[in-house]
Nanobody, 123 residues
Framework: QVQLVESGGGSVQAGGSLRLSCARY????????MGWFRQAPGKEREGVGT???????TYADSVKGRFTISRDNAKDIMYLQMNTLKPEDTALYYC?????????????????WGPGTQVTVSS
């Protein structure tokens, strides 16, 4: 059973930066596909971006050029570097992981989810 734990959330002013981490526990094989998602109050969950085991990334248009996803397979950690944060980035951020191969994108199914970490950006 894979467990995911996010950390690094917090409050920041617009224009600031945060780095989120997603630590993966409990399974000897690396997850092929990992992703970041977010959900703001009153809104549906949306995909932020993904990274596959080879480091290939995808991003939502709303975060391209501002957010960067990376992963350290040896440490089983995925990161989300968020720069030039905007108030509309305020949300609960989740990480997800899936062992199955295939195109890694936010629209696919994910077997494991973390509980989330809150990011609040004030204007």
């Amino acid at each position: 059973q894979v467990q995911l734990v996010e950390s690094g959330g917090g409050s920041v002013q617009a224009g600031g930066s945060l780095r989120l981490s997603c630590a993966r526990y409990g399974y000897s094989y690396s997850s092929y596909c990992m992703g970041w998602f977010r959900q703001a109050p009153g809104k549906e969950r949306e995909g932020v971006g993904t990274i596959d085991i080879n480091g290939v990334t995808t991003y939502a248009d709303s975060v391209k050029g501002r957010f960067t996803i990376s992963r350290d397979n040896a440490k089983d950690i995925m990161y989300l570097q968020m720069n030039t944060l905007k108030p509309e980035d305020t949300a609960l951020y989740y990480c997800a992981a899936d062992y199955r191969t295939g195109y890694c994108h936010t629209g696919r199914e994910y077997a494991s989810w973390g509980p989330g970490t809150q990011v609040t950006v004030s204007s």
